[in-house]
């Protein structure tokens, strides 16, 4: 009795005086002997006397305290010391503090959970779960070994910077920890909502930080050149596709920690071992274990380096207008050993999710990094830090804007055509005054139709070539898709080969009963092996400030390097090369299903590119790049080589059923690896493209509408109505000038 006295006597002072409010509260002033009154007594009295039952050894001398800073949201925190020392924290109005301490003890007192999981989580030795709220909680000291993986990954001594060996040991003894408790036990009967835990967290705190500050407002902007749609119109978009979301949130859930950052991961390291603990989880108890990997991997990219950047120099974050467009600008360095960190719990995440058949994480980690780094800009402004709020408030767009490409109906910001066009309508408005364009002003313009049915205008090519090839535009359909989950592309080639093998109708095999397909059959093209292509893609020279290169508005300019005997452009032998610009895609409906046009050509890439700072002549020679220039308002900044692009091509075709040869259409599944040439990433990517082989009419155009609707549908197939080197700048985080 004589030490829950003692321990009460030095806890009472503590409440009143000793330890200040770390912030002021409206329903509380600055100071615990206004803030509990009376309370303070009882409090102090009923945390001494759990603590003694907790059988905590302690003396009736070595009391004292000290507050304890930190990332903590309490109004009260400090350390108390008796022979063993350990944490108090308190606060007057907020029960989110007793409920926090209830969690851990919940989950130290689990055993259907990981003793290792359950052995990272501090002990409570006491705790009141009514006003006033406080809790006594285990202390890690750093002089006992234990400091947070925030500090090893961004010590504020460079001299002490950590390496990649060392980086990756700590992820993953953290990891090994989060996971066991993930894998411990799944709730079915409570799985998360992701329309409320992602996407209500990011509607909440960008409402809120656009109330404190206009420079957060929802308006078109360009974060470091890469054109953002108005973030309300992407909550439109998420809370249109609500079903498809709800669709995409595991069918259980687990315990977790809930704010994981490096911050509240303590290790203690030796030569052999790595002990963890995991301190001041969030209130939930349970949720989804990948909001979880997002709060560190949101860290590792994006807080860490805006807020500790490795070279000591603070982000600054520029927000500029450009007549009626407005910038956001800013620089971060990100240490050597982040991909492999990333890479590290991406791999553990993946490894999760096919073991407990969580098929939609990958996009969900994009709405969980978007939903976490959003939910950050409006806790910096507070506190008066705006080139980190605004830092990461472009982040936090950038994810979402990947994510909304994923949903139906969506369209890509860098898509200069904005809405899609009426599915019915084979040649779009868009297209159709450039084909008349070029009719009009090119001389001796012809018709034709190549092999595969596309509809093209030839001409006189600008400048000789040893192929004889004509300068050409062609307009062309298809349908263009990626894999929403890391099994779609797996599922998708062993129905083919089913299909294939059993040479049944698709409404048999492929596309199992849909009678459309009824009267088809699929085969497979033999090819040598190796690539179908390599390619090079030219841009505008990067420079800062600017927002306006090719591949950011939806075209591309693409050198062809290495072609196949099966592929119809070739320079044959000469110096000159293959060359294609394509201009911005038009959506058709919300399929994925894309008519474009590409200029296919024979020339000197900076020759074809002096065209466009030419005049009315060049247009009159049919110079691509000069009629280009008249359609787009192409920049006329230097250009240069900015990515190779090698396609692997698995090839099949949709026939009649009696004859081979009637080809219906062409589906490829193209393996694509990237390369930047800027500063030699590799990269690599799976799509699919479904294109008719047949002259294109209403008919023709239904059937591939519905052919891509099917396959999205069946094996989890997303539309992606971009350009091929978009596909490529994005794959490998490129940033797009």
Not at 486 to 502: F, S, T, Y
């Amino acid at each position: 009795m004589q030490s829950v006295d003692t321990l009460a006597s030095v806890l009472r002072p503590a409440l009143e005086n000793h330890l200040k409010p770390k912030r002021p509260r409206r329903v509380a002033k600055l100071g615990f002997a206004d803030d509990f009154g009376n309370d303070s007594k009882d409090l102090a009295r009923d945390l001494a006397a759990q603590a003694a039952t907790a059988a905590i050894p302690f003396s009736d001398q070595a009391f004292g305290l000290e507050p304890l800073s930190g990332g903590n949201t309490a109004e009260t925190v400090g350390v108390l010391s008796v022979t063993s020392r350990f944490v108090i924290k308190a606060d007057s109005v907020d029960a989110k503090l007793a409920r926090e301490a209830t969690v851990m003890r919940n989950i130290r007192n689990d055993a259907a959970l990981s003793r290792r999981f359950r052995e990272a989580i501090p002990i409570i030795y006491a705790v009141q779960e009514t006003a006033p709220y406080a809790y006594l909680m285990q202390y890690f000291p750093m002089e006992d070994g234990w400091i947070s993986l925030e500090d090893r990954l961004y010590p504020t001594d460079e001299a002490k910077g950590i390496t990649e060996a060392a980086a990756t040991r700590c992820i993953n003894a953290a990891l090994d920890i989060l996971f066991e408790g993930y894998g411990s036990r799944q709730d079915l009967r409570r799985p998360p909502d992701v329309n409320v835990d992602y996407v209500g967290r990011i509607r909440e705190r960008l409402t809120k930080v656009a109330s404190l500050d206009e420079r957060f407002a929802s308006r078109p902007l360009s974060v470091n050149g890469t054109p953002i749609l108005p973030w309300k119109h992407y909550l439109e978009r998420l809370e249109a596709s609500a079903e498809k979301l709800r669709s995409l949130g595991p069918h259980f859930s687990t315990v977790v920690h809930g704010d994981p950052n490096p911050g509240n991961i303590l290790l203690r390291t030796d030569v052999s071992s790595i002990d963890v603990k995991l301190i001041d989880p969030k209130d939930w108890g349970e949720g989804d274990y990948l909001f979880d990997i997002a709060k560190i991997t949101h860290f590792l990219t994006a807080t860490g380096p805006i807020e500790k950047p490795a070279n000591g120099e603070p982000v600054i974050a520029a927000l500029s207008k450009d007549g009626n467009s407005v910038h956001l600008d800013y620089r971060m360095e990100t240490p050597a050993w982040t991909d492999a960190l990333v890479e590290a719990c991406r791999q553990r995440a993946e490894e999760f999710a096919e073991a407990y058949g969580d098929e939609n994480w990958e996009a969900r980690y994009e709405l969980g990094m978007a939903a976490n780094i959003l939910g950050l800009p409006d806790g910096r402004l507070a506190k008066g830090r705006v080139d980190a709020a605004l830092a990461l408030f472009g982040e936090g767009l950038m994810w979402l804007d990947w994510f909304c490409r994923r949903l139906p109906n969506d369209v890509s910001p860098a898509i200069r055509s904005a809405l899609p066009s009426d599915p019915t309508d084979i040649v779009p408005r868009m297209l159709s005054q450039a084909r008349e364009f070029v009719t009009a002003r090119v001389p001796k313009v012809r018709e034709e139709l190549d092999r595969r049915g596309f509809s093209l205008l030839h001409w006189s090519p600008p400048h000789p070539n040893d192929s004889d090839k004509p300068a050409e535009l062609s307009l062309e359909h298809e349908g263009r898709l990626l894999p929403a989950t890391p099994a779609a592309i797996r599922n998708l080639r062993d129905a083919l080969a089913v299909a294939i093998e059993r040479r049944e109708h698709l409404d048999q095999t492929l596309l199992r009963g849909h009678e459309r397909f009824a009267d088809v059959k699929i085969i497979r093209l033999e090819r040598d092996t190796g690539p179908q292509s390599i390619d090079r893609y030219w841009d505008v020279v990067s420079h800062e400030g600017q927002a306006n290169g090719l591949i950011a508005r939806g075209l591309s300019f693409r050198e062809r390097l290495q072609t196949s005997s099966f592929m119809t452009w070739s320079a044959g032998n000469t110096k000159l090369s293959a060359l294609n610009l394509e201009l911005p895609v038009v959506p058709l409906g919300s399929s994925g299903v894309v008519a474009r046009l590409e200029f296919n050509w024979i020339d000197n890439p900076q020759r074809a590119l002096a065209a466009r700072k030419t005049d009315e002549d060049a247009i009159t020679l049919g110079e691509p790049f000069a009629i280009a220039a008249h359609l787009q308002d192409l920049p006329q900044e230097l250009y240069e080589p900015v990515i190779e692009h090698t396609t692997f091509r698995e090839k099949f075709v949709i026939h009649g059923p009696d004859r081979q040869d009637d080809e219906r259409f062409h589906l490829n599944i193209d393996t694509i690896t990237v390369q930047s040439l800027k500063d030699q990433r590799i990269a690599s990517y799976v799509d699919v493209d479904i294109a008719p082989a047949q002259p294109v009419d209403g008919a023709v155009l239904a059937d591939l509408i519905s052919l891509v609707d099917v396959l999205r549908e069946r094996y989890d197939l997303t539309p992606n109505p971009v350009s091929k080197v978009l596909r490529d700048a994005e794959t490998l985080g490129l940033p797009l000038v």
